[in-house]
């Protein structure tokens, strides 16, 4: 009997941890295209309700103004709100589609294998501010264009909210 108590204590340990680890090293794979998490809680909570805020320095590229050629991008607590522990930022055209890149950070990764630009943390440590740099594809034809910017935020592992807007900064 004292062999089983042991065992079934690590047992019940392990499981708590995977429990509770969500996706400490950012969002999976199949994550692609959906960016809502898929741990605990199956519904995000509302949009007005959300303590953080995605915040953009501009809602459109120009190759014609050499500080358009890319944008800031910051997911941040607002003030006096909760850190959050994960996050996806997914790009826009004007219209829609999947569109651009992010540059390497030191804090987050492209989803992997991911064809659509988005981005996710790297860890589970809880953050105020995450900034990330958005750029338009090399390759591209317009001298300017439209942008949109996504965001799921993960507080914990029973809090997020998915679909955030961008709001640009003044």
Request: overall charge positive; some cysteine; glycine content about 6%.
């Amino acid at each position: 009997m004292t062999r089983r108590v042991p065992n079934l204590t690590l047992l019940l340990l392990l499981t708590l941890v995977k429990i509770s680890g969500g996706f400490p090293n950012g969002a999976p794979y199949s994550m692609c295209g959906y960016y809502k998490p898929s741990h605990a809680t199956p519904e995000p909570h509302p949009h007005n309700t959300s303590p953080y805020r995605l915040i953009v320095s501009a809602q459109y590229f120009d190759f014609r103004e050499p500080e358009h050629d890319y944008v800031v991008v910051n997911i941040t607590s607002r003030e006096g709100g909760p850190p959050f522990k994960g996050f996806v930022v997914a790009s826009y055209d004007g219209s829609g589609k999947p569109y651009g890149s992010w540059d390497p950070s030191p804090l987050a990764h492209q989803v992997p294998r991911c064809k659509k630009p988005a981005i996710t943390h790297n860890d589970a440590m809880p953050k105020y501010l995450t900034t990330l740099v958005w750029r338009p594809p090399k390759d591209e034809q317009q001298e300017w264009g439209w942008l949109q910017f996504r965001a799921t935020v993960v507080k914990d592992l029973h809090n997020f909210w998915s679909e955030l807007p961008h709001e640009v900064l003044m």
